[in-house]
T-cell receptor, first 115, second 112 residues
């Protein structure tokens, strides 16, 4: 779904470097998420945001930070990258509301390699 | 704690054969379960959700609360079904916000 975009698509960096992964969406959704995907571990939630003023830690937030610059933008930062942060990172969005879980729409992923 | 288990990392079947991808969950609350699929070089997308009780691309999944399972089934597999499949559980996290947790995935290969 081209409504959710991620930049860069691939990134190689060195240990100790600070990097930022960006996510933009044109779906008008309030909720945005960052996941990482590792072989054999599936997807794990890093951070999520239910609106511009709401940021929440997910399952594995250590070593990461996020910024919700606008409804449409949600950035993930690695302050000091380490090799075990090498993974495929996905951004996702969903609508808001109470009750049942809203369908999430995923971006294409960013493949990060930390040397 | 909530958890989703997909016991098979890899599953191969022949075209036309039935296929079943297993998913078990643990959650003390009222579960909402989903199957997501990721085709080669495509992004992750929702395949189906249990509350809809729907059939998508010939796939069905029934929530069995007694066995805490949500297995994905298709009677006749097609080559285009080859993909990575993730089972996911929506649960109420601390602070009452709902979150989604994924299983580790099953790579399905349908052989000609």
């Amino acid at each position: 779904d081209a409504d959710v975009t991620q930049t860069p698509r691939n990134r190689i960096t060195k240990t100790g470097k600070r990097i930022m992964l960006e996510c933009s969406q044109t779906k008008g959704h309030d909720r945005m998420y960052w996941y990482r995907q590792d072989p054999g571990l599936g997807l794990r939630l890093i951070y999520y945001s239910f609106d511009v003023k709401d940021i929440n830690k997910g399952e594995i937030s250590d070593g990461y930070s996020v910024s919700r610059q606008a409804q449409a933008k949600f950035s993930l930062s690695l302050e000091s990258a380490i090799p075990n942060q090498t993974a495929l990172y996905f951004c996702a969005t969903s609508g808001s509301g109470t009750g049942v879980w809203k369908t999430q729409y995923f971006g294409p992923g960013t493949r990060l390699l930390v040397l | 704690a909530q958890r989703v288990t997909q016991p098979e990392k890899l599953l191969s079947v022949f075209k036309g054969a039935p296929v079943e991808l297993k998913c078990n969950y643990s959650y003390s609350g009222s579960p909402e379960l989903f199957w997501y699929v990721q085709y080669s070089r495509q992004r992750l997308q929702l395949l189906l959700r249990h509350i809809s009780r729907e059939s998508i691309k010939g796939f069905t999944a029934d929530l069995n609360k007694g066995e805490t399972s949500f297995h994905l089934k298709k009677p006749f597999a097609q080559e285009e079904d080859s993909a990575m499949y993730y089972c996911a559980l929506s649960y109420v996290a601390s602070g009452s916000a709902r979150q989604l947790t994924f299983g580790s995935g099953t790579q399905l290969t349908v052989l000609p």
